[in-house]
Nanobody, 115 residues
Framework: QVQLMESGGGLVQAGGSLRLSCAAS????????MGWYRQTPGKQRELVAT???????NYADSVKGRFTISRDNAKNTVYLQMNSLKPEDTAVYYCNVESYFRSYWGQGTQVTVSS
């Protein structure tokens, strides 16, 4: 019933930009935060950025100054604007929602940055 639908991934050259979107549908009670994580085959899933319902943001050091997270609380949608992309940003990006009761995860969207 609950689904997180991610979109906006794709292939881009180094220095380019992408904007990811994640829309949460279904019954999710009391969302505390929404965010983005990423994972490559050789690494553990890592935090990229999060934003609370009050607008407080948190970024991984590797993306500060390049990525911007935002959300529309009324639509339960979170966005990730990614600028100045690097090959190191290549990964599957997962949308995450933290409610008072449990966590939700999207299916992932591939971002590939060519050198």
């Amino acid at each position: 019933q609950v689904q997180l639908m991610e979109s906006g991934g794709g292939l881009v050259q180094a220095g380019g930009s992408l904007r990811l979107s994640c829309a949460a549908s279904g019954r999710i009670v009391s969302i505390n935060s929404m965010g983005w994580y990423r994972q490559t085959p050789g690494k553990q899933r890592e935090l990229v950025a999060t934003i609370t319902s009050g607008g407080t943001t948190n970024y991984a050091d590797s993306v500060k100054g390049r990525f911007t997270i935002s959300r529309d609380n009324a639509k339960n949608t979170v966005y990730l604007q990614m600028n100045s992309l690097k090959p190191e940003d290549t990964a599957v990006y997962y949308c995450n929602v933290e409610s008072y009761f449990r966590s939700y995860w999207g299916q992932g969207t591939q971002v590939t940055v060519s050198s």
